[in-house]
């Protein structure tokens, strides 16, 4: 699973700047997401990222109504 989201992020390696929004739950932000997105910021200083935590279904709403 994280390396399958590391080549995820990877593939937005031409972003320079703007904001990426990463939703996840409560397993994936605390255990998943830290080592890979410091390494991405590290990349891409100029990156806003922005981290929302809830269970699966309440982002799965979120994303639709988004």
Not at 25 to 50: A, F
Request: no cysteine.
């Amino acid at each position: 699973m994280e390396n399958e989201l590391s080549q995820q992020l990877n593939d937005l390696s031409e972003l320079n700047t703007g904001s990426l929004r990463i939703g996840g739950t409560h397993y994936l932000n605390s255990y998943v997401l830290p080592d890979v997105l410091t390494e991405y910021k590290e990349r891409h200083p100029g990156l806003q990222l922005d981290l929302l935590e809830a269970g699966s279904h309440e982002l799965l709403n979120i994303l639709a109504e988004h």
